[in-house]
């Protein structure tokens, strides 16, 4: 599950990271307040930034023509007029397609003086089984560009998940990025800090960049995360009910959210062949030979090791709200998985639905002889595949047709 920025940045804040001074505000009287608060403080600047589950939003263009999602604001009625042409209207980056997302809550920050820009970032690798600390003194650029050509200026510190952060850790990674003083001493900190946002709150990624070091009003040095993105793992999330409730329905897909009613892991493509297939292995796998042919996937759709009939049905229905799907590929591998009642489940929807689309299905491992056999029983139009191969070529060549 992903959040927006100002929800990272109060998690974080919760666990003793320094942030800008802001408030998230959904209607243009709440921003002109909080601009109003910014500048009476003693602020000169403020920051006005659509959030929106998408990056490139500096970048990017509102529908009605106003450029950039992320603006600088020298005054309230400045901060105004940004609220005026960001909240309701469509944001398009180059991470949200031509469709663009909807802004409906913008930040109003406190904009710093940037001295130096950093890259922080915590992660699980999966490789060595621990956590990861990640920080690049090339911050406020994308840190595979980094990787790509300065991978020397990438700093890594595994953690042993067993004891946790040590404080000798942040500070060889404060050291590492060249801070020296009081913007070290606040890098001890803030690193200790993500660490733990990351851990106690069971999170995929924490990532901040920019990580600055800022001056402030009274001359010194400080080090803030100007930027904050934070992705939670889904499987963990039963455990934080505050943290679900910051999940935003208007930022994910309909059909996304459907079929996490049904604990099914689906995620739309923009390709005409439908998969539905059980096992994430295996789905990327069908999603790869559909490509290797010619045709391309409308969706990953990975319906788990033991799903019911219910939710085979469900994930027919969700296939079929895709007006680009023009066939349906069932890829199943039944390990755990018993094949006839996929074949069963397939029956059903295919009668519940009154299917019209080409059905191609390819069976194999447990109980596989006792679903075919249902699915030949059925009467209906159902294209059989020996190999994966073979039903993936009989797809592509379905739609082909």
Known sequence: MNIHEY???????????????????????????????????????????SQIHAGGRGKGTF??????????????????????????????????????????????????????????????????????????????????????????????????????????????????????????????????????????????????????????????????????????????????????????????SPLEIEASKFALNYIKLDGSIACLVNGAGLAMSTMDIIQHFGGMPANFLDVGGGASKDQVSAAFKIILSDPNVKAIFVNIFGGIMDCNVIATGIVEAVRETGLKLPLVVRLEGNNVAAGKATLAASGLTIISGDTMADAAKKVVASVAA
Not at 17 to 25: D, K, L, Q, T
Not at 28 to 47: I, P, R, S, Y
Not at 105 to 118: D, G, P, Q, R, S
């Open 63 to 252: 529908t009605h023509g106003f450029k950039g999602g992320v603006k600088l604001a020298k005054s309230v009625d400045e901060a105004v007029n940004f609220a005026e042409n960001m909240l309701g209207k469509t944001l398009v980056t180059v991470q949200t397609g031509p469709e663009g997302r909807v802004v409906q809550t913008i930040l109003v920050a406190a904009a710093e003086k940037i001295l130096k820009e950093f890259y922080l970032a915590v992660l699980l690798d999966r490789a060595n089984s621990r956590p990861l600390i990640m920080a690049s003194t090339e911050g406020g650029v994308d840190i595979e560009e980094v990787a790509a050509h300065s991978p020397e200026k990438i700093i890594k510190e595994w953690v042993d998940p067993a004891v946790g952060i040590q404080p000798f850790q942040a500070r060889k990674i404060a050291s590492g990025l060249g801070l020296k003083g009081d913007a070290y001493n606040g890098a001890v900190k803030l690193i200790m800090g993500v660490y733990k946002t990351w851990w106690e709150c069971d999170a995929s990624m924490v990532e901040i960049n920019p990580l600055a070091v800022v001056e402030t009003p009274a001359g010194k040095e400080a080090i803030i995360c100007v930027d904050a993105k934070i992705g939670l793992d889904d499987n963990a999330l039963y455990r934080h009910p505050d943290i679900q409730a910051m999940r935003d329905l208007a930022e994910e």
């Open 7 to 49: 929800q990272a940045k109060q998690l974080l804040k919760q666990y003793g990271v320094a942030v800008p001074s802001g408030e998230p505000c959904k209607t243009v009287a709440e921003a002109k307040a909080a601009a109003e608060k910014l500048f009476a403080a003693g602020h000169t600047l403020a920051v006005i930034k």
